[in-house]
């Protein structure tokens, strides 16, 4: 009995689910915080179709530079649909994976290839570690989405059924406008339009002809017209070239020369893994302090094979082999990945490796097929041979499948959690700062700061020129220490920090608070006022720049900056309680007066707003009111004594019986005096 024509295709997508179904229980990691967890866009109703007018870190800290808007849209469904947990993003990761797999023995199956060969090339794909990092990062189906439309696209080109001929040559241009908006390298597949227009394979079917030429070039004008609207899209919504942070890549700040080596080298490693997929790793150091990339065996054996690559889709191409267009995908996917036309958004990402795995399965799976038929041609065995000889074949092929499969479940256990990944970063590329910076912030994260400290020390050595990665270094060290030289240290670290990115305003505001531990308000009322110009509503900047003009006596600008904070934190006792006491200061009595009747309504419980308007009432000699408040204060709290023995005001009453008195009577109390460091006078 012939099997249903579904169960292939379902067999292939199961197999690429079993792979991975152990990400289910993963949590969300590195750009899924951001993308996912923190971007409150993906909550807003519309988001899914207003997704196509913003970039795609919209709802993020990050700039624009990429447009990627069906990703983003996924996202926001996935979420309505599944929950925002981590476990429905995940699932539909594996879900994305397998209909790929499916889809990629569709189109083997339509090339066409035949079962063995076409059952090779999906399962190689299902297996391959390459899947293991879009898989298992939830943002990372930036490569399965245009994956998914690329192979729709190309399904939809060989269509050879008389009329639907033309509507399928629409159709791959609409997909192809798919995959655009899912990711900028799937443009690589125009190239294989335009070669398969200009120059077409021949099929292995005898009297299966191409489409007519007038048909092939509808194709093209729809492929055309679709990165004409992708272009257009962009346009519109103000998207230019991203820039890359050389903390991210330090390619992007070598200079061209060095660049074209140190990317060799690196894709000489991408190309080996594609084809061998150990464990990938890469000790070099980019770092500027580093010594210039210098050409060696390994960069001559990676442009070589590049070049051979090339020279081989050339050839393959004018003679119109069927492996052209697979090898030439496999190629043009590769090179935007390769820091070789221009450096990328990440130094390390094998997920940049999935869609040039696609024409690689194929190519694989081509292969196979021409091997087994010049096998069969050349020895013509009996029916009983060719049965021996298959199971053969498929158990090589089994335990290949077997061994890729367990390589890629266990590659995929680095994303399960950040701390697992950044360490596996650290050992694979001991000298990438990002690795060492993000393992840093994870320790931070768990509360060990110490351990934190260490990474982000190491990262700095390597590459010290991110601003992000000196003030995480400075505020992890203010956790481990606390004295003067740690201050210093850390102060170093802001200044480089602001001065690397003079609009990054935190270190600015962190700066000024060191320099006020350090007894240095003049340097504080600089740096503050400078984070004040750049970030007008930030109050902890505003809080600085306040205390530092107190620190240096200009008690009534500090009591205007206070007073602005107080009618913007009127519950913060650490901005109402110098308002009134710069004010007490400055010698303006009547202000401090109803700063302090205000404070204390706020306030009711606190003793010291009766202290200060004690304090106010003194200073105005007048005694009765004075002592009444006293009295109301030392009944909250029996700190007043000690706050008296710390100001001058009541100086001229120390010598009156009743003032006396008045201490020696008073209640005790519970505490409730000003936080620690309030200034008293």
């Not at 942070?245 to 074209?260: D, F, I, K, T, Y």
């Not at 700066?511 to 503050?528: D, F, N, Q, T, V």
Request: net charge positive; aromatic share 10%.
């Amino acid at each position: 009995m012939r099997e249903p024509r579904w169960v292939p295709y379902a067999a292939v997508a199961l197999l690429a689910a079993a792979v991975y179904v152990h990400t289910l229980s993963f949590g969300f990691v590195f750009d899924d915080q951001w993308l996912v967890v923190q971007n409150r866009f993906l909550l807003e109703p519309w988001s899914a179709l207003t997704a196509f007018t913003h970039h795609f870190w919209y709802g993020t800290p990050f700039g624009a530079g990429f447009y990627r808007p069906i990703v983003v849209a996924s996202l926001a469904l996935n979420g309505r649909l599944f929950g925002w947990g981590p476990a429905g993003f995940h699932a539909f990761n594996v879900l994305l994976h397998a209909g790929n797999a499916a889809l990629v023995l569709l189109l083997a199956r339509r090339l066409p290839l035949s079962g063995f060969a076409a059952g090779l090339s999906a399962a190689l794909f299902a297996v391959h570690p390459v899947g293991a990092w879009p898989v298992g990062s939830v943002v990372a189906r930036v490569d399965l989405l245009p994956a998914i439309f690329i192979l729709l696209a190309w399904i939809a080109w060989t269509t050879r059924d008389g009329g639907w001929q033309r509507g399928g040559m629409l159709l791959t241009g609409a997909c192809f406008l798919g995959a655009l908006l899912c990711k900028e390298s799937a443009a690589a597949f125009l190239g294989i339009v335009v070669m398969a227009v200009l120059r077409p394979p021949v099929s292995r079917i005898e009297g299966r002809a191409p489409p007519p030429r007038s048909v092939r070039c509808l194709g093209l004008a729809a492929s055309v017209g679709a990165l004409g609207i992708y272009l257009v899209a962009r346009r519109i919504n103000g998207i230019g070239l991203p820039s890359i942070e050389q903390l991210v890549n330090p390619l992007a700040g070598m200079p061209w020369s060095s660049r074209v080596i140190a990317a060799l080298a690196l894709s000489g490693r991408y190309v080996l893994y594609l084809v061998f997929p150990l464990r990938f790793a890469d000790p070099h150091d980019y770092a500027p302090s580093a010594s210039p990339p210098q050409v060696t065996a390994g960069v001559v054996l990676a442009a070589t094979a590049l070049l051979v690559w090339v020279a081989a889709v050339l050839v393959l191409w004018w003679r119109r082999d069927r492996l052209a267009l697979p090898a030439a995908f496999a190629l043009g996917s590769f090179l935007p990945a390769s820091n070789l036309l221009r450096p990328i958004n990440s130094l390390y990402a094998q997920n940049f490796l999935y869609l040039p795995l696609i024409g690689l399965c194929l190519v694989t799976g081509e292969i196979a097929e021409r091997t087994v038929s010049r096998a069969r041609a050349g020895s013509e065995p009996s029916a009983h041979g060719r049965a021996a000889r298959i199971p053969i074949r498929g158990w090589v092929a089994g335990a290949v499948v077997v061994v890729l499969g367990l390589a890629a479940a266990r590659e995929a256990l680095i994303w399960r959690a950040e701390e697992p990944l950044f360490r596996a970063w650290t050992r694979r590329f001991p000298n990438y700062a990002l690795a060492h910076f993000n393992l840093g912030l994870t320790r931070l994260d768990l509360g060990d700061a110490a351990t934190a400290l260490k990474s982000l020390r190491r990262a700095l050595a390597i590459d010290d020129r991110s601003p992000q990665l000196q003030a995480y270094t400075a505020a992890a060290l203010m956790l481990v220490r606390d004295d003067r030289e740690a201050l210093e240290e850390a102060l170093s670290h802001y200044r480089k920090a602001f001065q690397s990115d003079p609009q990054f305003v935190k270190p600015r505001v962190n700066a000024a608070s060191i320099l006020l531990r350090l007894g240095r308000p003049e340097e504080a009322e600089r740096e503050a006022r400078e984070a004040v110009r750049i970030a007008p509503d930030l109050n902890e900047a505003r809080i600085d720049l306040a205390e530092s003009m107190f620190r240096q006596e200009k008690y009534l600008e500090a009591a205007r900056e206070f007073g602005r904070l107080a009618a913007i934190l009127p519950d913060r006792f650490e901005v109402r309680s110098p308002h009134v006491v710069s004010l007490i200061r400055g010698g303006d009595l009547d202000a401090a007066r109803q700063a302090a009747l205000a404070a204390r309504k706020e306030f009711p419980g606190l003793a010291w707003f009766d202290f200060c308007l004690a304090r106010v009432e003194a200073r105005s000699g007048r005694r009765a009111e004075a002592f009444a408040l006293l009295e109301a204060s030392l009944a909250k709290d029996e700190k007043t004594r000690d706050w008296i023995g710390e100001v001058e005001d009541f100086d001229r009453y120390r010598s009156d019986p009743a003032f006396a008195a008045l201490l020696a009577s008073a209640r005790r109390g519970p505490s409730t005096g000003p936080a620690p460091g309030a200034p008293l006078r």
